[in-house]
């Protein structure tokens, strides 16, 4: 799996790896930005780059 960019300050995400494929894709973790401090998660194989501001307004609902 290719490392993504932060889609707020375009720097580098670190990446937590919960649950592997056998293909040892990724299918469940986390990117996590230290610049932003925001994790990004990971579900079925895809990454939720969704900017911080957006999740927050999907958890205020
Ligand atoms: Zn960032």
Same mark, same amino acid.
């Given at each position: 799996?290719q490392?993504?960019?932060?889609? !707020?300050?375009? #720097?580098? /995400?670190s990446?937590t790896?919960?649950e592997?494929?056998e293909?040892?894709? !990724?299918v469940s #973790?986390s /990117?996590?930005?230290s610049?932003c401090?925001h994790?990004?998660?990971?579900?079925?194989?895809?990454?939720? /780059?969704?900017?911080?501001?957006?999740?927050?307004e999907?958890q205020?609902?």
């Amino acid at each position: 799996m290719q490392i993504l960019a932060c889609p !707020v300050c375009k #720097g580098e /995400l670190s990446l937590t790896i919960e649950e592997e494929s056998e293909k040892e894709e !990724v299918v469940s #973790g986390s /990117l996590y930005c230290s610049k932003c401090q925001h994790a990004y998660p990971i579900a079925n194989g895809i990454p939720n /780059l969704l900017p911080p501001d957006m999740n927050q307004e999907t958890q205020g609902q």
